[in-house]
C-alpha cells in the first residue's frame, strides 16, 4: 500500500524534485503550490508516470485557511498524510539589513516561518497517536544561511531558516513519543530558480560554486535525496536532526 506525502512549493525546484523522488518511492503525491497551474500539471503528470496518484492544490502557505484547505484536500481525495515535506519558502529582496523593506521581512516570516508551522500543526492533528493517527514524519527545509547568516545580502532569510531549525528541534521533542519525528534539512545553494524570482541574486550559484569544496553547487534531487532519507524509515532514530547538506560550506 503506497504512503501519502503532502510537498510545499513542489511546482519547481527542490519541490519538484523530492515529489517525483517520493513518486517513486512509493508515495501518493499532494502537492502545493502557488500560483504556476502549468508548471504543478506537468509534476503531477510526472508522479503519475511512476505509479503514483497525485493531486495539486494551489494555496498560500502563509496564509492558514488556505494550509488547512491543502490538508483537506488530501483526507478527501488520497487519505491522511504520512509525510510532510515544508518546502516552500521565499529568499526575500537581497538586502543589508539597514536598508530591508518591512513588507519583505514580513513576507519571508510568514512564507519560510508562519507556513511552516501552519504545515507542520495540520500535519501533527492528523498523525498524532495523541488524536488516533498512526505517526509518521515531518521535513522541514532549511539552509545552510541559518548558521553562516548571509550577511550584506540575506540576513533576514538566514535568520527566518534558524527559526524553523529551532521550531524543528522543539516540535520533534514534543511529538517524539505520538510517532512523529521532526528533522530539518539545512541545504547548501541549489541550481534552482529560487535564485532568479523575487529579488533573488541570480549570480548566487556561481560565486557559490567558486568557495564550495565540490567546486559547484547541489542540484535540486541531491537535496531530494537528503529529504527523502530524513522522510523514510532508514532514519527511524533520526530526530530532532539539523542534516547538513551544504558541499562543504
Not at 39 to 67: K, P, Q
Not at 91 to 110: C, H, K, M
Not at 182 to 193: C, F, R, Y
Amino acid at each position: 500500500m503506497r504512503k501519502i506525502a503532502i510537498i510545499t512549493g513542489a511546482s519547481r525546484g527542490i519541490g519538484a524534485a523530492t515529489a517525483e523522488l517520493a513518486a517513486k518511492s512509493g508515495y501518493d503525491i499532494c502537492l502545493n503550490y502557488l500560483s504556476n497551474d502549468a508548471r504543478a500539471a506537468e509534476v503531477v503528470a510526472t508522479c503519475e508516470g511512476h505509479g503514483a496518484r497525485a493531486i495539486a492544490v494551489r494555496g498560500d502557505v502563509a496564509v492558514e485557511a488556505d494550509v488547512e484547505a491543502l490538508f483537506e484536500a488530501c483526507d478527501a481525495e488520497l487519505g491522511a498524510v504520512d509525510l510532510l515535506v515544508n518546502n516552500a519558502g521565499i529568499i526575500g529582496q537581497a538586502s543589508r539589513v539597514d536598508g530591508l523593506p518591512a513588507e519583505v521581512l514580513q513576507q519571508t516570516f510568514a512564507v519560510n516561518v508562519f507556513g511552516t508551522i501552519y504545515c507542520a500543526r495540520q500535519a501533527a492533528l492528523r498523525m498524532s497517536s495523541k488524536y488516533g493517527g498512526e505517526g509518521g514524519a515531518i521535513v522541514n527545509l532549511s539552509s545552510i544561511a541559518a548558521t553562516i547568516g548571509s550577511a550584506g545580502e540575506y540576513v533576514h532569510y538566514a535568520a527566518s531558516k534558524g527559526a524553523v531549525d529551532s521550531f524543528t528541534i522543539g516540535m520533534a521533542r514534543e511529538v517524539g513519543r505520538e510517532g512523529i519525528r521532526v528533522n530539518s534539512v539545512q541545504a547548501g545553494t541549489a541550481d534552482t530558480e529560487v535564485h532568479t524570482i523575487g529579488g533573488g541574486n541570480p549570480d548566487r550559484p556561481a560565486m557559490v560554486a567558486a568557495t564550495s569544496a565540490l567546486g559547484r553547487v547541489a542540484t535540486a534531487h541531491e537535496i531530494a535525496e537528503a529529504i527523502m532519507w530524513l522522510g523514510s524509515d532508514k532514519a527511524s532514530y533520526a530526530t530532532g536532526t539539523i542534516l547538513r547538506v551544504g558541499g562543504g560550506l
